[in-house]
Nanobody
Framework: QVQLVESGGGLVQAGDSLRLSCAAS????????MGWFRQVPGKEREFVAA????????YYADSVKGRFTISRNNAKYTVYLQMNSLKPEDTSVYYC?????????????????WGQGTQVTVSS
């Protein structure tokens, strides 16, 4: 069983940066494809970014492309989401997720393990 714990959320102003971290335990991290998603109340959880086991394949949602960067450190069992030029519309609960399947994916329903989420609030 894989456990994921996010950290790094908070309240910032528009234009600021934040770095989210997700620490994994209970599995072999280098075998996991990892993703970040976000969700606001009343809306479906949406894809933000995903990274392959080696980091060689990365996907971003169009809404964050050029502003957010996903990365991972397999030795530290951690995946990161660097968020720059934050906008009020980035306000959400951000979730880390792990996928044990055969490919990196952007689909919510193809992730097997989820963290508890961390709140990011961007004020205008």
């Amino acid at each position: 069983q894989v456990q994921l714990v996010e950290s790094g959320g908070g309240l910032v102003q528009a234009g600021d940066s934040l770095r989210l971290s997700c620490a994994a335990s209970g599995g072999t991290f280098s075998s996991l494809r990892m993703g970040w998603f976000r969700q606001v109340p009343g809306k479906e959880r949406e894809f933000v970014a995903a990274i392959s086991r080696s980091g060689s394949t990365i996907y971003y949602a169009d809404s964050v492309k050029g502003r957010f960067t996903i990365s991972r450190n397999n030795a530290k069992y951690t995946v990161y989401l660097q968020m720059n030029s934050l906008k009020p519309e980035d306000t959400s609960v951000y979730y880390c997720a792990a996928n044990v399947r055969a490919r990196v994916t952007t689909r919510v329903d193809e992730y097997d393990y989820w963290g508890q989420g961390t709140q990011v609030t961007v004020s205008s």
